[in-house]
């Protein structure tokens, strides 16, 4: 049985590992008849792509996507879209010294508890590497959900320094390599980050998304909630160990009154006071904009030695030698735009299938 599938109507495949020739995807159940191209999905990657600061690893992938499939005359056929991006920048070698220990905190031990071998190369299936995918396959998710439909995330937090929330700027997430909203930040981060990667050292981050324009009524009780399938898809990112919808965690030092969404009428429409819910109610969507936080451990790769076992069951210390991300949360912001992307796309066909259009 395999495990490499998600969603519904719109399902994504994803193949390929860190240290192998390629990486691809299959998204099949797009509808037909929406423009795409390249050029639609790459300024997604783009914005994902590896080298690009001193805060991210400098491994060196253009990450250019190519179709391969489903797509005819610049348009989608409603067959299924096959994409691929080559491996240029491997360095296989960096991980010769851990072929035969395991890096605590890492998949290496479970893969090979489960499988009975493993790709020790970049951490094969198991890399970061494999986001780049679902980062193609949610550019096209957008195209399903149309313009009307934002989504949007930004980096909130790395290691203990959270940004301001009063200082939010959605314009300056693109203006800094932290995806941050908050401009007063990035120096401090900036210093932060300087030092863990000088220290061969690693640290986690939490990660906000927000979709803006989702009409309500998507999702469905009680065991194909919208919310379920979001904190499913974010939590499948790798290092990802905590999601939170809406206000999350914090609802649980609220009364009733403090955590309910009051209501009234203005306009003839629904009008809502606050989103302490997120834009989920009963795992239905509605109207609100969708929410989601959640947390980055830090990268398990470090130069920092660290006591774990060997394949032959000895005790060692584990260095991991090449090139890593100190704070792997900073690219993870696109991808979880993606997997956001992905899951609304899905329930919007699932709600036309069973309900009809809007």
Known sequence: MSYNTFGHMFRVTTWGESHGPAIGCVVDGC??????????????????????????????????????????????TGTPISLIIENTDQRSRDYGEIAQTFRPGHADLAYQSKYGIRDYRGGGRSSARETAMRVAAGAVARRVLGDGVR??????????????????????????????????????????????????????????????????????????????????????????????????????????????????????????????????????????????????????????????????????QVVTKGRHDPCVGIRAVPVGEAMMACVLADHLLRHRGQVGDF
Not at 32 to 49: H, K, V, Y
Not at 186 to 201: D, F, H, M, N, T
Not at 208 to 229: C, F, N, T, W
Request: with cysteine.
């Open 31 to 76: 509808p037909p008849r929406l423009a795409l191209s390249e050029q639609d999905i790459q300024p997604f990657l783009d914005r994902r792509r590896p080298g690009q600061s001193s805060f991210t690893t400098q491994r060196r992938e253009p990450d250019m996507v190519r179709i391969c499939s489903g797509v005819f005359e610049g348009m989608t």
């Open 151 to 316: 989504i949007r995330g930004a980096l909130v937090q790395i290691g203990q320094h959270e940004i301001g929330r009063n200082r939010w700027n959605w314009d300056e997430v693109g203006q800094n390599p932290f995806f941050a909203p908050d401009p007063e930040i990035v120096p401090v981060w900036e210093e932060y980050l300087g030092a863990i990667r000088k220290a061969g050292s690693s640290v986690g981050a939490v990660i906000e998304v927000v979709a803006e324009g989702v009409p309500s009524g998507l999702g469905a009780p009680i065991y194909g909630k919208l919310d379920a399938d979001l904190a499913g898809a974010l939590m499948s990112i790798n290092a990802v160990k905590a999601v939170e919808i809406g206000d999350g965690f914090a609802t649980a030092a609220y009364t009733g009154p403090e955590n309910a969404d009051a209501m009234h009428m203005h306009d003839g429409q629904v009008m809502f006071e606050s989103n302490h819910a997120g834009g989920i109610l009963g795992g239905i969507s509605t109207g609100q904009p969708i929410v989601a936080r959640f947390a980055v451990k830090p990268t398990s790769s470090m130069l920092i030695p660290v006591p774990s076992v060997s394949l032959a069951g000895e005790d060692v």
